[in-house]
């Protein structure tokens, strides 16, 4: 996908203790890269999680799947772009891909699917709908 064409990107450094024995970044390590980048962005379009819990609302995560098509190593720089959409009233999609800096390498591809819980109950509450469909507007524009 295009650089243009991402809503949102976040860079990144890998440090020493986030390889494994072979050298690598541990795949575990891709969710929190991805995790981080979702947290960063939604906070910026004034999503804040501790706020929106203390509310008695929480996003979670109900699936992820992950593609790795090449490793990274330690020191290596990349960013993860990321883009996000609304399915049905229940589900936010967001499809983020980390590229390796400065040769723009893809290094994988991730899909998560996230459901808000409102009191324990499946619910993504108005704020955050809003919040999110601004965003899908501003770049259908």
Not at 2 to 31: P, S, T, W
Not at 116 to 135: C, H, M, T
């Amino acid at each position: 996908m295009e650089k243009a064409n991402y809503q949102n990107e976040l860079e990144f450094e890998v440090r020493d203790y986030e390889c494994d024995l072979q050298g690598v970044v541990n795949n575990a390590n891709f969710q929190h890269y991805l995790e981080h980048a979702r947290h960063k962005w939604l906070e910026s379009i004034g999503l804040d999680f501790a706020a929106l819990h203390n509310e008695g609302i929480d996003l979670i995560v109900v699936r992820i799947e992950i593609d790795y098509k090449f490793p990274l190593h330690s020191r290596d720089r990349f960013v993860v772009r990321s883009n996000i959409l609304r399915e049905g009233r229940l589900r936010i999609i967001c499809n983020q891909d980390i590229y390796r800096l400065p040769d723009e390498r893809l290094i994988a591809q991730a899909k998560v699917i996230v459901t808000g819980l409102q009191n324990g109950r499946p619910a993504v509450p108005q704020e955050i709908a809003e919040k999110i469909d601004k965003v899908l507007n501003t770049n259908r524009s």
